[in-house]
């Protein structure tokens, strides 16, 4: 349903105006993925690995500055290159996203009614009483009563407020889901309430998600595939269930505490060191700096995503 081939992203960066050169930031590089229809696939990485620049990128959100190379084919049409008309028309209706930090998405000043209502009308897929009634219904299926339609924002709770992002997201009954980070904001009881809201409604309705969070833990509870960034590549690809094989993967997934298994230890230090400034990558393998089991080769050698059974890694450690 949604296929990403070499998709990527540049910003540029610095005071052009000045008669300065640009200074490139390629946040993206080269990221292909694909994502069945009733699929949810996750995408993990550290701060700063491109995660969300790939989600503004699929939609066509980015700024201004941001060169965007590679396709994004929904469904086929390549978001990348379609008609300002047909895209308004594919995001909401097609693809919506919910971004982390609810209370900033939400106009103040407005009812959430009329709010969650705006893609209905902009879209032309329902208006008056036929509105509010899919507004009332939309609110019922996030788990608020139907009363909170005139509430506005700040009458709302943190976890509240994100209900009713996700309840704009369902709105024009998109195949597609982006959630950005969609619980990074609140208490880890709202955040288990709206993860499972999340996974229930995706269930109900057969809709794709693609979600993206640090916390793999996470991921892995909601996601059948698990897709890890490092440097703005992917590194691994594979089913949520089973072992990861790149060593960064590895390192990721360690710094996470498994609840409930009393054989689980955390790893002693974590990761070493910090992610690459992406305007200055260290040559071959963008990890082999930080990489506990790097060969000498890995500072010149950067191996591409190889698959090995049901799983795609890039390490010269892991076999094709
Ligand atoms: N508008 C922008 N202009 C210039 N650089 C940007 C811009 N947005 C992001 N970047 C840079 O692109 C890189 C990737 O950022 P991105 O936000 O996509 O990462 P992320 O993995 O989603 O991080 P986080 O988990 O912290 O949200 C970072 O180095 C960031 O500084």
Not at 185 to 194: F, I, K, R
Not at 252 to 262: H, K, N, Q, S
Not at 306 to 318: E, F, I, K, P, Q
């Amino acid at each position: 349903m949604l296929t990403l081939e070499e998709l990527s992203v540049t910003y540029r960066i610095g005071d052009t105006r000045a008669g300065r050169a640009a200074d490139d930031v390629p946040a993206v590089r080269g990221v292909s993925l694909e994502l069945a229809a009733g699929e949810a696939l996750g995408l993990a990485g550290e701060s700063g690995s491109g995660k969300s620049s790939v989600a503004l990128a699929l939609l066509r959100l980015l700024p201004r500055s941001a060169v965007v190379g590679g396709r994004v084919l929904l469904d086929g049409e390549d978001v990348l290159t379609m008609k300002w008309g047909r895209l308004r028309a594919v995001r909401w209706s097609s693809a919506s996203i919910v971004f982390q930090g609810a209370q900033h998405g939400l106009n103040p000043v407005r009812r959430i009614g009329d709010q969650i209502a705006e893609p209905l009308l902009v879209h032309r897929l329902a208006s008056g009483a036929a509105a509010e009634a899919r507004v009332r219904e939309l609110l019922e299926q996030v788990g608020l009563p139907a009363w909170r339609a005139r509430s506005y924002p700040h009458e709302l709770s943190g976890g509240q407020r994100q209900r009713v992002m996700i309840a704009m997201a369902l709105a024009c009954s998109p195949q597609l889901i982006i959630a950005d980070e969609p619980t990074t904001a609140l208490d880890l009881m709202v955040q288990a309430q709206v993860l499972t809201l999340i996974r229930q409604l995706i269930a109900d309705h057969g809709i794709s998600l693609l979600m993206i969070s640090h916390d793999l833990s996470v991921l892995a509870d909601m996601c059948d595939r698990l897709a890890v960034m490092y440097a703005g590549r992917l590194v691994e690809v594979g089913p949520s269930a089973g072992k990861f094989r790149h060593p960064y993967s590895q390192a990721l997934a360690a710094a996470f505490p498994t609840v409930g298994d009393p054989a689980s230890r955390l790893a002693p230090r974590g990761l070493a060191g910090d992610p690459p400034d992406p305007q200055e990558l260290p040559g071959g393998c963008a990890f082999h700096p930080r990489c506990p089991v790097a060969l000498e080769s890995c500072a010149s050698t950067d191996v591409p995503l190889r698959v090995s059974g049901d799983r795609a890694a890039a390490c010269v450690l892991v076999g094709e």
